[in-house]
């Protein structure tokens, strides 16, 4: 049997960290198979579903390159298979149309509340003569359920669950304006798209019990189910904005990569051993469905920053270069062609400090801003007079110097200290200061020979003689 599955959001917001990892978990499941992984957008509620989520959706999936195999179904546009499916259940009699009223069925959940019963339909209009219809009102049809006996589910996941089909009751398949409910357009759509599982959060598998009852009504063979546990904070609490961002989208402009986000998300319920980093493809090579656990996971931003951190390092320098640019234009910095150069050579030394793209533009400022670079409070107390005195006088012995590399900066910078009677650590913390506008940075004489003769000696004038504007 081939695999195929699908990844079925609703387009009523933008995709969450939830969805994306159902995505996720899909598309590993179909890869370790050879399979097909499918999107379908579940747009029937149309007051709900709006096109900039449903691009949201798409871009989200983009970005984490869980491209889909085919182009998206898009639920809306298959009404006319949806009803045509409830007309055979009615000609098999295995649904029925009910005339029941809004105030009738008010009137019996309040008896069976009264009752201390389960509120659930209670079947008058079952084995009723449809002629005893009242006139001029429209009927939704229900799916005619077992009575007896049991709904099995033998779930990858959870292992067997079961329910009695006396706790189930004849739920409703179109509604009374002749529109398909979200229960049968799925079991539908999932059938004529031949899927094989079923991949989805556990706060579906209620549903799960009345859709396998309505695959066997329509004599299809159901999926095998696998039911996900849900994401929760780290306070053990359901996920929710308090816990951070929620949205592919945020965490995107945040400064995450898509494969840090991937290699966090398929270690939020699925283990490979010990192992906290892996690459897609080894995800791919090793995942199985089975050993995902059945507790809830628990979001790390922490543990989140760090896999990225990792993964940025990974990355090429001139690959990093691209992607902090736009991070750079909005702080107002455009990268320019002499900017990019600088910034490819000194960014061995900042990725190592960067856990995000963020973080990283903020901390490479300095090598591409316009001088005078502006230079932040700790590291204006740095250019005491004594220390501009000392960079005044660096000058020459900097342009002295035959080759411009780590050793005969240092050593310069070294003997000047001395020539001066400086302690070498406050030369050390004014050069920082006036070459990078903080006292934090990568190594001092990396910095100096990744700037470049010329431009390091215009820094230390623009100190020197006060010329830097404060950090705002």
Known sequence: MSVVVRFAPSPTGYLHIGGARTALFNWLFARHHGGRYLLRIEDTDRQRSTEQAIQAILDGLDWLELRADEPPVFQSARLERHVAAVQGLLQAGRAYR??????????????????????????????????????????????????????????????????????????????????????????????????????????????????????????????AFAHIPLIHGPDGAKLSKRHGALSVTEYREMGFLPEAMRNYLMRLGWAHGDQEIMSTAQAVEWFDITEVGRSPSRFDMAKLLSVNAHWMRERSDADLVELVR???????????????????????????????????????????????????????????????????????????????????????????????????????????????????????????????????????????????????
């Open 98 to 223: 009910c005339w029941c009223t809004p105030e009738e069925l008010e009137e019996m959940r309040a008896a069976q509340r009264a009752a201390g019963l389960p509120q659930r339909y209670d079947g008058r209009w079952r084995d009723r003569d449809p002629g005893t219809a009242p006139s001029g009102q429209p009927p939704v049809i229900r799916l005619k359920a077992p009575q007896t006996g049991e709904t099995v589910i033998h779930d990858l996941v959870q292992g067997e669950v079961r329910v009695a089909n006396a706790q189930l009751d004849d739920m409703v398949l179109l509604r009374s304006d002749g529109t398909p409910t979200y229960m049968l357009s799925v079991v539908v759509d999932d059938i004529d798209m031949g899927i094989t599982h079923v991949i989805r959060g556990d706060d579906h598998l209620t549903n799960a019990f009345r859709q396998l009852q309505l695959y066997y009504a329509l004599e299809a063979t159901p999926p």
């Open 326 to 472: 736009p991070f750079l234009s909005r702080i107002g910095i455009t990268l320019e062609a002499t900017g990019s150069t600088r910034l490819t050579a000194g960014m061995a030394g900042l990725k190592q400090r960067a856990r995000t793209l963020v973080e990283l533009a903020q901390s490479a400022a300095f090598y591409v801003r316009p001088r005078p670079i502006p230079v932040d409070a700790k590291a204006q107390a740095a250019l005491t007079e004594e220390v501009r005195a000392a960079l005044r006088e660096a000058a020459g012995p900097l342009t002295r110097l035959a080759t411009w590399n780590e050793e005969s900066i240092e050593s310069a910078c070294r003997a000047h200290a001395g020539a001066m009677g400086l302690p070498f650590s406050k030369l050390a913390q004014g050069l920082r200061a006036a070459l990078t506008g903080s006292l934090v940075s990568p190594g001092l004489f990396e910095i100096m020979r990744v700037l470049g003769r010329a431009e390091v000696l215009a820094r230390i004038e623009d100190a020197a003689i006060g010329r830097n504007p404060a950090l705002q």
